[in-house]
């Protein structure tokens, strides 16, 4: 028997089954297997649409990365919809993100340890990351290794003036003179945010959205 005339005798047997729950019970009987996968797709398909329609659609704005220092979720969701409403934000368009995952003990001695480094040096390389935040220990080896702007190069006068008691100095490790490349978070309005010792952000000297890093000091300063 042909595809045709298979088709044509299963449509027969159908139309010949006398009530709607019958045709339905057929329907399951023979093609249940169908169905499921049909359902399965479409359920693995719709979160996987959403993500292509949100990368095409939106567009990352500003990323910053916090070690040691996760946040309670009313206060993280406070964090990303006020500063999003400070910097105008387009929610149809644009997003930020603030991610609080990382954890650094100093020695690579996790697993959450690995991950983390790979991932911080996985997004410095795309270009992605825009600041970071964490404690001196942590935040010190990027501004020595030249990883981080000199914010007297990169900050508005205003802000630059208005902080600079907060503004942390380093000597890069092939020498030379002190630099500002971080600032003290414990003297931002925001410091209730931080309770890792001696919060510091500094901003990554590859930044493709130094303006957001720049409105996301002046925000956590209340400027």
């Known amino acids: 028997m042909s595809w045709k005339e298979s088709v044509k005798s299963e449509w027969q047997k159908f139309k010949e089954i006398p009530n709607f729950k019958k045709k339905m019970e057929y329907i399951w009987d023979y093609y249940r297997f169908f169905i499921i996968g049909a359902i399965f797709i479409l359920l693995l398909g719709y979160p996987l649409s959403s993500s292509i329609y949100h990368k095409i659609n939106f567009k990352e704005i500003f990323y910053c990365a916090i ?18 409403d400070y910097y105008h934000l387009n929610p149809e368009t644009q997003y930020i993100t603030i991610n609080d995952s990382f954890s650094y003990s100093g020695y690579l001695v996790t697993k959450a340890d690995y991950r983390s480094m790979q991932k911080i040096g996985s997004i410095i390389s795309s270009k ?11 935040i010190s080896q990027y501004a020595t290794d030249n990883a981080l702007y000199d914010l007297e190069t990169i900050l508005p006068s205003d802000i630059y003036d208005t902080i600079s008691d907060a503004l942390c100095w380093y000597s890069p490790v092939s020498g030379g003179e002190e630099r500002p490349y971080t600032i003290d978070l414990s003297m931002s309005t925001k410091k209730d945010l931080f309770y890792t010792d001696s919060p510091r952000l500094g901003i990554i000297i590859n930044s493709q959205h130094t303006d957001a890093a720049i409105a996301f000091i002046r925000y956590l300063f209340g400027l």
């Open 67 to 84: 070690f040691n220092n996760p946040i309670e979720d009313p206060q993280y969701t406070e964090l990303i919809d006020s500063f999003s």
């Open 128 to 138: 992605t990351l825009d600041c970071i935040i964490g404690n001196d220990d942590i």
